[in-house]
């Protein structure tokens, strides 16, 4: 991990330059993408897939979530801090870890996970299969939903996930915010060469998820990327936004309307870029304004500024 800190440079018309501090490893051999998350006060939590060796034996290795908790000091240099707790067993974790699920864990997404309070956040990733003490069958968690908050100085997690799909392949995936208490999952179905959405509703006291609205077709085919945007227009104006690459290799922005039933309504596919891309991100600016950061296949990074207006 690096941070900055912005206009600590000392230097008269430098207010916009960053003053990178030292480098803190947090983990090695990282194989899969990783997932971060903003607070207050200076504080940040990356979610990872991590892994460890199993006994005595180091050739043995386990393979689990795990989450660090840091702050970014005056310096500009991040700092393990704090301690994590899960709801209801406050099991312990090292100072500034936490393992979040025993289950492996893949293309995470924290958006990936996304912040649904001023501390909460909604993380979906593909997890190994979990054990169910209630069923001789493992629990398939291809499409996983957990929630996490960061309650004063302890990092919680909710050990019920909501699994949205309990069968296939399910590749890339985004979620977001799309009004109070209520989340969008998109996800690249990729046994059935689909894009799927589904809405998922977070109780306002005891932060439990449940599903809204099953998942729905968004169209078919393969795309390199799935990932979401919260509260394109505003909290008050509640719309879902899915960008991803459409059948033909357009890109698209995808914006679906959301009914007092919490029924996705009124979906429309909009082209944004008329050209194959290797990677998308995308950011919010406010007001119905969007940037797109992407790369082509040959590694050239450009970005696009989009416009989003009612009709």
Sequence with gaps: LRAAKLGASGIR???MALTWGPAMDFCNGQAHKM??????????VVLYSDKAA????PARTESFGNSVLADVGESGAP?????????????????????FTDSAVARLEASAATKVSKNGFVLAARASPAVDEMSPQ??????????????????????????????GQIWARGVSLIAPNTVAYAYQDGKNQQLKI?????????????????????????????SMLS???????????????GDDG????????????QKLQNCEDFPWLNQKVSTVSGASLGEGRVLMAFATPSGVPYYSLVGLSKK
């Design 198 to 226: 589904a809405v998922l509703n977070i109780h306002p006291q005891t932060h439990r998820m449940q599903v809204a609205q099953v998942p729905v077709s968004l169209g078919k085919g393969f795309s390199p990327y799935v």
């Design 79 to 99: 700092t393990k801090m704090l301690r994590a707790v899960l709801i209801s067993c406050l099991c312990l974790g090292a100072p500034g870890n936490f393992r």
């Design 54 to 57: 199993r006994g005595p034996d």
């Design 13 to 15: 018309g430098a207010e």
């Design 231 to 245: 509260l394109p227009y505003s909290a008050s104006d509640p719309y879902a936004m899915t960008y991803f690459q």
């Design 250 to 261: 357009t890109n698209v922005l995808n914006i679906c309307g959301l009914s007092a039933e």
């Design 35 to 44: 997932s971060i998350q903003a607070f207050d006060k200076n504080r940040f």
């Design 138 to 167: 493992p629990v398939k968690q291809e499409a996983m939903a957990m929630y996490g908050e960061l309650v004063g100085e302890d990092l919680v997690f909710d050990p019920n996930p909501v699994n949205l799909e309990t069968e």
